[in-house]
């Protein structure tokens, strides 16, 4: 599946997108949403080989090169290729799938350090995945997770509609206006403008060119969350600046 185009000969250059520091001078936030998988955790590999054997099963003619377009529920994705009464059979097939083989999947750099530098109460992970496989996900990485973790089980319309954000700036008690979304993906992305919410993102699914020239782009890029920076201030609030 094509997810986004590469620049080409007759595709113009997407514009560059400035580091969190340019883009937040000045600038400070009451939390921080971050995405979990490509943003947190790297578990392409495993996603990859789930979804390629999963194609394989349902005879998908490009089974063998399939990508999924990330950080969109799985339901979502497999409606679109399939009939509607093999949806929730194929659902439930992907989703066995992934929980039962996450080898490979690893905390990212930066993360760690990210976590530890934000209060336990301005900090959340928003994702697509389900709850059983996020917590599978999790643990497979040794991840520490925050207090709060929204997953697709908790929402009636995942990304790329702002439920997601929305609900995690709720259970932390803040107003979405206040909140920094950390993705890597155009549908993260998308939830986040949509939400009401300033948009970094990380080199993780895709490329900061792709995230860039993407139809809603977000603020600010950084290869990952290593380059990123934040820190509090004494009234609480959260700036954010390159490493």
Not at 55 to 63: F, P, Q, R, T, V
Not at 71 to 93: F, H, N, S, W
Not at 185 to 208: I, Y
Request: charged share 20%.
């Amino acid at each position: 599946m094509s997810v986004l185009p590469v620049p080409g000969p007759d595709l113009p250059e997407p514009p560059v997108l400035p580091t969190p520091g340019a883009a937040f001078a000045g600038r400070t936030f009451d939390a921080i949403l971050f995405d979990m998988d490509g943003t947190l955790i790297d578990s392409v590999p495993a996603v990859d080989r789930n979804w390629r054997r999963w194609a394989h099963e349902y005879g998908l003619s490009d089974a063998d090169s399939f990508q999924i377009e990330h950080g969109t529920p799985a339901r979502t994705l497999i409606a679109r290729l399939l009939p509607v009464d093999q949806v929730e059979e194929a659902y439930e097939r992907i989703h066995d799938l992934e929980l039962n083989d996450n080898e490979g999947v690893r905390i990212l750099p930066g993360t760690v350090d990210a976590f530890a530098s934000l209060p336990a109460t301005r900090q959340a992970i928003v994702t697509s995945c389900t709850r059983p496989l996020a917590a599978a996900r999790i643990a497979a990485s040794g991840l520490v997770p925050p207090a709060v973790v929204v997953t697709a089980d908790d929402v009636a319309h995942g990304k790329p509609d702002p439920d997601p954000f929305l609900l995690g700036a709720e259970r932390l008690g803040v107003d979405p206006s206040r909140c920094l979304v950390v993705e890597d993906a155009p549908a993260g992305v998308t939830a986040g403008r949509a939400a009401g919410c300033a948009v970094l993102v990380v080199e993780g699914t895709h490329t900061l060119a792709q995230l860039a020239g993407a139809s809603v782009a977000p603020d600010a890029g950084a290869s990952g969350l290593d380059e990123v920076r934040f820190a509090v201030g004494q009234d609480g609030s959260i700036s954010v600046t390159d490493a």
